[in-house]
């Protein structure tokens, strides 16, 4: 009996053979980018990894697939009636919205993102100015896909890094505004993609953006690992045109509190930087100097942080999440505003300390001497 | 073969009988019902859902479970008590076996038939169960110790994604809703009274204590489960997520060459299910035993019988999750007041004589 048992127990490791999947029937998809249709509302495409040999890659490493449809579910179903490969999209890297289909929401994509088994929420998040499509398309030089070529350029920029799971989170929660980089297209000879700030959300809707300047105060509030240089025109006092420092470390600690109906938020910015090029006239081993550079830098510091806010009022946003801390802090307030939590925030009286600390002069001591 | 159980064995059957449907479905339902505060209800679920094991080490230790039950409780108290207990033995059989298929179909296997899959725990439940009862509780402790290597690598890896602001220990805004939510996880820790006739097969050494181990460490799993989707994915889409610990899986990674962690959480997912299958269908077996000594082996259409009610009690995976959030807190809880109301009634009579 028990080898009868035995035999039959092994009979089962053979369930692998049937409903077998063969690497050989399987197109991964790599990429995915939505559109607008042009006859139906949803454009999908899909970039599919194209096998080959390393040593010979063909000159097109991706096959791009495009179908419309009523929404993304029908799109992709329509692309699987042109593809002799099983898609799979268990691999896809990238996710693409244009503008435009996010200024029309995106709840009914998130759903299906969501809701599919085999899209992973790890997947990167971006929305395009111009068309997805044709951002997916670049053919990259130096990466074999273009997705690649994305997930790479996040890696460099983390600030900028945002997956599908953080993304759907902020966008699913009530006092939560969900904010999502932007691409575009570089200009010049060589085109490859390029990031171009940020895109705002609120209720599931693209209502604003952040330009690469207005983005870069907002990566300090964001609270995210920067890698980032800042430059500034040198004090008034001190002769010479501008200096540079690299961001090391950067904190950022809130206040929030409610006095009747009015919000009120005090943000304190301390960053600590290193020095990586100096172009003012003066001598920064002397620490009142470098405490003139530091003011300095804390201003145009303030002044990009001061745009940045400006744009969250005007589009009635919470990129922040401050919503969130009133919700723990004052639950009673946050009940009775409901889903104008985010209004309250956006018209709170807001202050902003920003404190700057050049703390590593770079390996000279003083600036290369200039001419007479 | 040693047909005695010891205490670490006890501890593993208490964890695998309940952290296998625990671990699928009360993160996302807790959430929908507490949201930051999901996790407050398992604290106080997991201390009083243990206490029909503590009253059955009490009532049957040391007598073989026959001869326990008809001297204190009489022939047809006897027969209504296997009845009950052998009944939800084999209602938990088939709620676990529907809830391995609905998940093994849409996450892992999506082309395989259903009853392949119960065909596939029939035989293991038939395999286990017939043979020994204490293989199967070995089995579920490495298995256990497997599963938590895995939890404990997840939740390194995540550390870096972890938003404690998502937490919230008070505030929760209705106390009706912490009831339910507790209500609903005890219903879940209830199903551990399949264990009772196990009772009386424990070693001498077995104590109290290893019955409070089992349940501080499925404590553990659970909550560590339920601060980790809180913490990752926040309240709202934890309670959207049909699976949140699944999607906790695939969010992991190691480097960028292993992205697919999730399936090695499935197949140990599978593998407990399985386990805690053949206990339930061992109890089931037990208590047929126990009213008609002469019944030849069991296992297989007891099996057989949970494969056939999973396919058929629940239509849809929709109905299942309905089922689990209304109704199955008062029938486990219904059952479990039974047994432990014929388990008292048995110490009772005993004591005097």
Known sequence: ?372 | VRSEISGRELAAAICLNVASPLLLHVPSALALLLHQAAWVPLLPSALVSFLPLLLAIRFLRGRPLAIALASSLGRPLTILFCLTLGLFAVFVACLDLRLVSDFATQIMLPDTPVWFIGLLFATVGWWAGGTATVRTARLGLLILIIALFALLFIAVSLLGELRWENLRPFGISRTAELWRASALVAGWYLESVVLVPWASSLAPGVSLRHVAAGVLLILLFTLVLMLLCLTVFGPVLTGLMTYPTYYLAQFTTVGEFFERIDLVLVTIWLWMMGIKLSISIHTAAICCRVIRPASLRLHASLAAAAAYGAMNVWGRATDLFRFELEYWTWLSGGVVLVVCGLMLVGLIRRTPS
């Open chain 1, 1 to 372: 009996v028990k080898h009868a048992l035995a035999c039959l127990l092994a009979l089962l490791l053979l369930s692998g053979c049937w409903s077998r999947k063969e690497m050989n029937d399987l197109g991964f998809v790599v990429g995915m980018a939505i559109d607008e249709g042009e006859q139906e509302e949803i454009r999908l495409t899909l970039a599919v990894a194209r096998p080959f040999d390393r040593r010979n890659p063909p000159p097109e490493t991706s096959w791009f697939l495009s179908a419309e449809g009523k929404n993304l579910a029908q799109a992709m179903r329509r692309i699987g009636l042109r593809s002799s490969r099983r898609l799979h999209l268990h691999h896809s890297g990238v996710l693409l919205i244009s503008a435009e289909v996010a200024r029309q929401g995106i709840e009914h994509k998130l759903d299906f993102t969501l809701r599919e088994t085999e899209m992973r929420l790890n997947q990167k998040i971006f929305v395009t100015v111009g068309k997805a499509d044709e951002i997916l398309r670049l053919r990259d030089p130096l990466r074999i896909t273009t997705s690649q070529e994305l997930e790479e350029l996040l890696r460099q920029n983390p600030g900028y890094d945002q997956t599908l799971k953080e993304f759907a989170r902020a966008a699913v929660e009530t006092p939560m505004t969900a904010v999502a980089p932007m691409l575009t297209v570089s200009p010049g000879p060589t085109r490859s993609p390029q990031l171009a700030g940020f895109a705002l959300f609120r209720n599931r809707r693209m209502v604003g953006r952040w330009t690469v300047e207005q983005g870069r105060g907002a990566l300090w509030m964001l609270r995210k690992k920067t890698v980032a240089v800042i430059t500034t025109d040198c004090p008034p006092d001190v002769p010479g045109t501008t200096f540079s420092a690299r961001v090391r470390s950067t904190r950022v600690v809130r206040t929030v509190a409610v006095r009747g109906d009015q919000v009120a938020i005090d943000f304190h910015v301390h960053g600590s930087l290193e020095m990586v090029e100096l172009n003012c006239t003066l001598d920064p081993i002397d620490p009142n100097q470098m405490r003139k550079l530091e003011k300095a830098m804390a201003d145009d510091l303030l002044a990009r942080i001061q745009e940045t806010w400006s744009e969250v009022k005007r589009t009635k946003t919470d990129p922040f999440g401050v919503g969130k801390d009133i919700q723990v802090r004052y639950p009673d307030f946050f009940r009775r505003q409901g889903e104008r939590v985010t209004d309250r925030v956006a018209e709170a009286d807001v202050t902003f300390h920003v404190s700057i600390m050049l703390k590593e002069p770079g390996l000279v001591t003083q600036p290369v001497p200039r001419r007479r």
